[in-house]
Structure formats: C-alpha cells, structure tokens
C-alpha cells in the first residue's frame, strides 16, 4: 500500500520559513515523479513544486520560483519554504505520479492526508 505522510506545517510570521517533509512509504520515489500542492479555502488546488523520478528535473510554480526548493534524500522529499508570505498559507499536499513527467494534479495518483501551513503575524 502506498502511503505519503507529511510532516513540518505549522505557523510562521511573515518572512520566516519551514520545511515539509514527505516520507513515502510502498513505493520506490526513483520510479514517481513527487508533487507538492497546495489548497487555500476558496481557491483550487495549486501546483507548488514537482521533482522528477531521477531528481534531474523540478518544477516550480510561478508564485514560490526563487523562494521554494524541492529536494530528496531516499524515501523522503522535502520543500524548503523560504520568504513565506501571508499568501502562503494553505493545506500542504504531497503526491506520486507513475507520469514520466507531470506537474498536473489530475495525473498524481497517491496523495498524502496533508499539512497546514499558517503565515501570519
């Protein structure tokens, strides 16, 4: 059984940053391209940032470029947020994709129960 598990949300002041967590657990990660998305009451699901299966490629989306860094290490991929703005705040997703690239919800199959995420002052 596949199972993604995110850990590091929390609450941040404006500027601060926090680092997510994805532990992926009945799969091998080198196989799946990992997306992080994210939803914010009101808005649709966004893409944040993906990584490919070979770790080559990233994608970022246009609202986190130079602040968000996406990386992995064995079973776990991580999102580095830095700079985190009020606008930031969202439920964080994690997700695999059997894809040999995506960086579209729809084409993730396994998702992560997620992590909320709270900017403010």
């Known amino acids: 059984e596949v199972q993604l598990v995110e850990s590091g949300g929390g609450w941040v002041q404006p500027g601060g940053s926090l680092r997510l967590s994805c532990a992926a657990s009945?799969?091998?990660?080198?196989?799946?391209?990992i997306g992080w998305f994210r939803e914010a009451p009101g808005k649709m699901r966004e893409g944040v940032s993906c990584i490919s299966s070979n770790g080559f490629s990233t994608y970022y989306g246009d609202s986190v470029k130079g602040r968000f860094t996406i990386s992995r290490d064995k079973d776990t991929v991580y999102l580095q947020m830095n700079s985190l703005e009020p606008e930031d705040t969202a439920v964080y997703y994690c997700?695999?994709?059997?894809?040999?690239?995506?960086?579209?919800?729809?084409?993730?199959?396994?998702w992560g129960q997620g992590a909320q995420v709270t900017v403010s002052s």
């Open positions: 997700a695999a994709s059997r894809s040999a690239w995506s960086h579209r919800a729809e084409d993730f199959e396994s």
């Open positions: 009945g799969l091998t990660i080198d196989d799946y391209v």
